[in-house]
């Protein structure tokens, strides 16, 4: 080809490149951090979004706008004719669902756009929102920074001390469609201050079911993850006459390392798992006097006792309420597929039949820097 | 004898040209395509397409073997007479013709559902068919370097996916042959056709310069397509649920979209833009023996001009008309049905054949 030829082609291709026809200038985005959903007494859907405000002469750091619509796409549309940019979808950090509307099975069909335009973001974070989303996206306090930041912020450190699970758009689509798990997102409450609940857990249709606190979350998290973040147990110790004190028997340990093996078999028309977790622990609080260096032993046998306890209080409950946000249903697929099979499309209910023993093995390799 | 000396090709060569074609588009789907048919066990099928795959193109490199210096084209007039022969020439370069296209047609698609959802078909087919037009025209040399530099430019990107690895759950996997072998192998059936492009090696074999390393070549060449694919599924699999992954329509993609890191969102992107390396190493090869053999049919040594026909044509057919999705997959089901015949039917009989042949001639060379 000739120099000229290929001076042509390639002025061609340059020429082409401006011609994109999807460029959006920055200056012309509204950059949605934080989308939100609820359904009003009337069963009306209401679309809220959060973005950032870039101007000097703003005084306030942040736009908020709330819609009725039908759907995400429509609600763009309202919203749009609103705020000052182009609405763009593919920044949000957080979806807040509204109590209301996890109330209503089906919900889940709202999201589809988030999966089907390859545009949204599916790393924002899932979040139950215990009340009126408005509230949330209408409070403004002043000592904190742009809401949609610290709601971030909040969820991922939170989650860095496992208070509550971090459930980004692609996790909870897998939650919802994977039929041996029970989705569970961030449950947040406001009071004075917006305020991490625990772990909301939803039925398979989408529907709250049930919250975790802090400390179930985290037997929940050890569970699901092994030891990811700062896994820390405050442990009674049983004592005398221990209600009546101020200062009761109370020993707190630092995960170090867990790791778990389950076994499951189905026997009796039922299925049995027998999670084994292995633990190494450093204890970073004692509120009573312990001969650490002679009864050691003792100390490992009475945490592993209250630890079992926890345990399977936490599984009864989640068995009573028909949930299974262990994701027991993926062992019982794994190793028990034929059994499986006839009870997968209803895994919670058989999930709540379920024999569910907790042996943790807890071996204490540290006592801090005091005896 | 040495009509082809001019542009031979090394061995790495012929062997990045073939691994190249085989990967394109069918690493977007495959993992959706295994699990609808066989679940999590698909991975299974790609093992058994990598064997089907391995024996036939071991199968074309023998049958080329006993015509040296001559490619399929310049056989077809021997076998068919010259009227018939046009015909079947005719045949071959549709069958070229129609890969390159859906190939172009998909990558197309997939940007514009992608990342450029505005900008109208025809805008993206100029900007991929100059690009194309210089590489093309260099012939076959030419695209044998580029095929070898496309693969050390995309090296990382196996490398990258790695980083899903904390979010994946290996338990998806178990239990290993849930409903028995009959699923493994009804996938076998879209595996066996992700491997084609091993068929090029009839027009490729003539073009090599080491002949000994033929073989070597191209079963290396299936081996690396094989652990592509095998690569992507699993992590696929690992990543998604079962129950999940049937959703996605490239769940490749999606596979790329949780991956984040501090300074960078969105690698789904610079993935895609990649990718379109990728899928210019399948169109490159058939377009230029799409070229090939219709120069070669009117007796024409230079294919630049035929060449130029058909990047015009493109550019118009792609402002003509815009494929639905839907016709996307009646052009790949097409081409499927037309590599299945072209990739392994063809040899398979054309070697009983030979053998047949050899035993009536009582062992003279066939």
């Known amino acids: 080809m000739s120099k000229a030829g290929k001076l042509l082609l390639i002025s061609a291709l340059f020429f082409f490149l401006s011609g994109c026809m999807d460029r959006i200038d920055l200056e012309d985005a509204t950059i949605t951090l934080m989308a939100g959903v609820d359904v009003n007494e009337k069963d009306e859907l209401l679309f809220y979004l959060s973005s950032p405000v870039f101007s000097r002469e703003a005084k306030k750091k942040s736009e908020e706008f709330g819609v009725k619509a039908e759907s995400f796409r429509q609600a763009r549309a309202r919203l749009d004719e609103m705020v000052t940019g182009l609405t763009l979808s593919g920044k949000i950090q957080a979806i807040v669902l509204g109590k209301r509307l996890l109330e209503h099975p089906d919900w889940f069909k709202i999201l589809d756009v988030i999966f089907r335009d390859a545009r949204f973001t599916v790393n924002a974070r899932m979040v139950y929102f215990d009340g009126e989303v408005g509230d949330l996206f209408h409070f403004q306090p002043p000592d904190k920074p742009r809401l949609s930041l610290h709601l971030t912020k909040l969820i991922d450190t939170a989650n860095q001390r496992n208070l509550t699970v971090r459930t980004r758009a692609q996790d909870f689509h897998r939650q919802m469609f994977e039929k041996g798990i029970n989705p569970t997102i961030t449950a947040v409450g406001k009071e004075k201050a917006i305020k991490i609940l625990g772990t909301a857990v939803l039925s398979k249709e989408g529907t709250y079911v049930e919250l975790l606190q802090s400390q179930e979350t985290m037997l929940l998290q050890l569970f699901l993850h092994g030891k990811e973040g700062e896994v820390t147990f405050t442990v009674p110790i049983p004592a005398p006459n221990d209600s009546k004190k101020m200062i009761k028997h109370r020993v707190s340990l630092i995960a170090k390392q867990a790791s778990k093996k389950v076994k499951t078999t189905f026997r009796d028309g039922k299925f049995h798992f027998e999670v084994k977790m292995k633990f190494g622990g450093g204890i970073s609080e004692r509120l009573f006097p312990f001969d650490m260096e002679k009864d050691y032993k003792d100390m490992e046998q009475m945490v592993n006792a209250e630890l079992r306890k926890e345990f399977e209080k936490l599984v009864v409950k989640c068995q009573q309420n028909e949930v299974d946000p262990f994701g027991f249903g993926l062992y019982a697929r794994a190793h028990a597929y034929q059994e499986w099979k006839k009870v997968q499309d209803n895994w919670p209910k058989a999930f709540a039949q379920a024999e569910v023993k907790f042996v943790p093995e807890l071996s204490i390799k540290g006592n801090g820097v005091i005896r | ?366």
Request: one cysteine or more; glycine letters at 8%; charged letters at 10%.
């Open chain 2, 1 to 366: 004898m040495k009509k082809y000396a001019f542009n031979e090709l090394t061995v790495l060569q012929y062997v990045f040209f073939i691994h190249g074609t085989q990967v394109g588009i069918g690493v977007l789907s495959m993992p959706r395509e295994l699990a609808e048919e066989a679940g999590t066990d698909g991975w299974i099928s790609i093992l058994i397409g990598w064997v089907c795959a391995t024996v036939a193109s071991l199968l074309i490199v023998n049958i080329m073997k006993r015509y040296p210096g001559k490619t399929i084209v310049d056989l077809i007039p021997v076998f068919f007479g010259k009227w018939l022969g046009m015909v079947v020439s005719a045949l071959v370069a549709c069958y070229c013709a129609l890969a390159a296209m859906t190939v172009i047609a998909n990558g197309i698609g997939i940007v514009n559902v992608w990342i450029l959802s505005q900008t109208p078909g025809y805008v993206l087919a100029i900007l991929t068919v100059i690009p194309t037009y210089m590489v093309v025209q260099g012939g076959l040399r030419v695209l044998g370097r580029y095929a070898e530099l496309i693969f050390y430019l995309t090296l990382w990107m196996p490398i990258v996916v790695f980083s899903i690895l904390p979010y994946s759950n290996w338990l998806h996997l178990l239990p290993v042959l849930k409903d028995g072998w009959m699923p493994v192998f009804s996938a076998t059936k879209s595996t066996i056709l992700s491997f084609l492009g091993f068929e090029l090696a009839f027009f490729l074999y003539p073009f090599l310069q080491r002949k000994q390393y033929a073989s070597l070549g191209i079963v290396v060449a299936n081996t690396l397509s094989m652990l592509i694919f095998m690569h992507i599924t699993v992590f696929s699999f690992s990543f998604f649920s079962p129950d999940e992954i049937t959703q996605y329509t490239w769940p490749t993609l999606n596979l790329w979209k949780v991956i984040e890191y501090r300074f960078l969102e969105r690698i789904d992107i610079i993935f895609l833009a990649f990718y379109l390396f990728f899928l210019s190493t399948t169109t490159l090869p058939y377009m230029y023996f799409t070229v090939f053999t219709t120069s070669q049919m009117v007796g024409s040594a230079d294919h630049r001009k035929h060449l130029f026909i058909l990047m015009i044509l493109i550019v118009v057919g792609a402002w003509l008309y815009t494929p639905t999705f839907i016709d996307l997959k009646k052009w790949s089901e097409v081409w499927s049905m037309t590599g299945m015949v072209g990739g392994y039917i063809i040899p398979v009989i054309w070697w009983l054949a030979i053998q047949l042949f050899r035993r009536g001639k009582g062992g003279q060379k066939g």
